[in-house]
Nanobody
Framework: QVQLVESGGGLVQPGGSLRLSCAASGFAFSRYSMTWYRQAPGKERELVAA????????SYADSVKGRFTISRDNTKNTVYLQMNTLKPEDTSVYYCNAPAYCSGYVCYPPYWGQGTQVTVSS
């Protein structure tokens, strides 16, 4: 079965760092672009970072550019989000996502992890 399992969340002080991991199984991980989303209470879910299937291209939300880095290791079926210089406004539940993938006429659904809580506070 398809699984995306996030880990690495927790409580950190402003200015600190945290590294999130997402372990994938049950699908062709290396063929998928991967993304990280976050959603704070009362706010819309927002795209934080994205990475292409081979890891050669990345993109980031303006709010995290220069502070966050997305990466992946296809030999381990794992995608990472390195978060530096954390701010209180980064507090959110962070979700790992495999976007819908289509090859010819065959399409596969998106997959979502359960999320991991990141809290930035003194």
């Amino acid at each position: 079965q398809v699984q995306l399992v996030e880990s690495g969340g927790g409580l950190v002080q402003p200015g600190g760092s945290l590294r999130l991991s997402c372990a994938a199984s049950g699908f062709a991980f290396s063929r998928y672009s991967m993304t990280w989303y976050r959603q704070a209470p009362g706010k819309e879910r927002e795209l934080v970072a994205a990475i292409t299937s081979a890891g050669g291209g990345t993109s980031y939300a303006d709010s995290v550019k220069g502070r966050f880095t997305i990466s992946r290791d296809n030999t381990k079926n794992t995608v990472y989000l390195q978060m530096n210089t954390l701010k209180p406004e980064d507090t959110s539940v962070y979700y790992c996502n495999a976007p819908a993938y289509c090859s010819g006429y065959v399409c596969y659904p998106p997959y979502w992890g359960q999320g991991t809580q990141v809290t930035v506070s003194s």
